[in-house]
């Protein structure tokens, strides 16, 4: 069964700072798609970033990047020059396809505090 | 991308009685999905609905207590039936658009049963 782990319930990181949020992941699978997910206190869910199986570069999108260890099962978030407007719970999900039509399988999210 | 509203937004209801929360996707989609967020937890999906066909509901789900409606590929409803304080939580409803890997997901409906 496909499982997504965080290990780490809060992360603090001082503005400007940049900051890896932990995730791994274990599945039997060969082809899926790992997903990143920031929920302000609003709650609503917001998309970050995608990494597929099959994707021999690590993600990126602006301050966002996914360091992709396939052999460790790892797909860790860096947030670089961490800002206020950042402080927020961060998700790590897994699809076992990485194209759609199946459910997203998420971690237990990593709240992130970032001071000035 | 895919701009998706839920209404309501949040409500206080009373136990034994039902919500009906609605998704409305601003572009047509295939697949559409509702998940359960208990305070302080991860998501956990309820079940999916495709347009033309029965919800297919994940483990510990059912029918009768989360009907769900799909009338074309824009819209969806949840009910939550005969609530209980358990049934506190925040409901997101969840789509693909089918053009790209992305899955969006609504503002969510802040639910409290009293």
């Known amino acids: 069964a496909q499982k997504i782990t965080q290990t780490q319930p809060g992360m603090f990181v001082q503005e400007k700072e940049a900051v890896t949020l932990d995730c791994t992941y274990d599945?039997?699978?060969?082809?899926?798609?790992l997903f990143w997910y920031k929920q302000p206190s609003s709650g609503e869910m917001i998309f970050l970033i995608y990494q597929g199986s099959y994707d021999e570069q690590n993600a990126t999108e602006g301050r966002y990047s996914l360091n992709f260890q396939k052999a460790r099962k790892s797909a860790n978030l860096v947030i670089s020059a961490s800002q206020l407007g950042d402080s927020a719970m961060y998700f790590c999900a897994m699809r076992e396809s990485p194209y759609n039509t199946d459910k997203l399988i998420f971690g237990t999210g990593t709240r992130l505090q970032v001071f000035p | 991308s895919a701009v998706i509203s839920q209404k309501p937004s949040r409500d206080i209801c009373q136990r034994g009685t039902s919500l009906t929360i609605q998704c409305q996707v601003d572009s047509q989609v295939t697949m559409m999905f509702w998940y359960r967020q208990q305070p302080g937890q991860s998501l956990t999906l309820i079940a999916t609905a495709n347009q033309g066909s029965e919800a297919t509901y994940e483990s510990g789900f059912v029918i009768d207590k989360f009907p769900i409606s799909r009338p074309n590929l824009t819209f969806s409803t949840l009910t939550v039936s005969n609530m209980s304080p358990e049934d506190s939580s925040i409901y997101l409803c969840s789509v693909e658009t089918g053009i790209s890997y992305e899955q969006y997901f609504g503002p969510g409906t802040r639910l409290t049963v009293t």
């Open positions: 599945t039997s699978d060969q082809s899926y798609g």
